[in-house]
């Protein structure tokens, strides 16, 4: 049987979480932090998503505040009863002169599973963004399942970045050829928003062999990477945050 649930947190400047809101496999749990960030860590209640689920978690950063959203485990999305595809649906707000760093763990698609992701973000036009992307495509010595997720940003109003990509038996052919993942298995972004970058624009440069940093047309750069592993992945988005973030 499929199920429906939706999360809910919302972090004030003075470092409380007035909303934190749970429901079936969301659990958000605040958790000790370093630094000057309130932090939520999402704790998987139970497997999910499955086929059919409808999974949604909104965050709303209010001006002034920092927030640290984070996760226990990896998300591994599965096949389930229902034929129909599950769809987690992420939608994220950040105040003025707030700051939200969405980090959480890989989302690992396994054979035979189908989710529609999306994730949209509002930012003010002072508002500081990290977003952390990462795929898993199939569990040790699997293929994956059909995986299509989409990222769209605004800032102030004005289309940041809108990009979907799609990966497995349901994507489009090509998808794992040599002009996409060419054999890699985990694919990751890194999404970096910062008013710093108008005066301080980011320059484009490889970060080893199938990653890359490039800037966006709005205060922000864009890191890509693919890669053999989950851990590898890791590492080079590890490195690229360093670089982006100057270690903050």
Not at 211 to 228: E, F, Q
């Amino acid at each position: 049987m499929s199920l429906t649930a939706t999360a809910r947190i919302v972090a004030a400047a003075d470092g409380t979480l007035p909303v934190l809101e749970s429901d079936g496999p969301l659990a958000l749990r605040r958790t000790r932090a370093s630094g000057p960030y309130t932090r939520v860590t999402v704790v998987g209640a139970m497997s999910a998503p499955l086929g059919g689920d409808r999974l949604a978690l909104t965050a709303e950063v209010r001006d002034g505040a920092r927030l640290l959203v984070d996760s226990a485990a990896a998300t591994v999305a599965l096949p389930g009863s229902d034929a129909a595809p599950a769809t987690y649906d992420i939608e994220l707000g950040v105040g003025a002169d707030a700051e939200l760093r969405w980090l959480p763990e890989q989302l690992v698609s396994a054979a035979g599973s189908d989710l529609r992701m999306r994730t949209t973000v509002t930012l003010a036009p002072t508002a500081r963004l990290v977003l952390r992307e990462e795929q898993v495509l199939g569990r040790h010595a699997e293929r994956p399942g059909t995986l299509t997720s989409r990222l769209t940003v605004r800032r102030a109003g004005r289309l940041l970045f809108d990009q979907e990509l799609a990966y497995g038996p349901g994507a489009p052919a090509g998808w794992d050829g040599p002009a996409v993942l060419d054999g890699g298995r985990a694919t990751g972004q890194l999404l970096v928003v910062d008013p710093d970058f108008d005066d301080k624009p980011v320059d484009t440069r490889l970060l080893g062999s199938y990653a890359a940093i490039a800037p966006l047309a709005g205060p922000a750069a864009l890191v890509t990477a693919v890669a053999p592993d989950a851990l590898s992945l890791r590492r080079v988005l590890d490195e690229a945050l360093g670089l982006l973030t100057g270690g903050r």
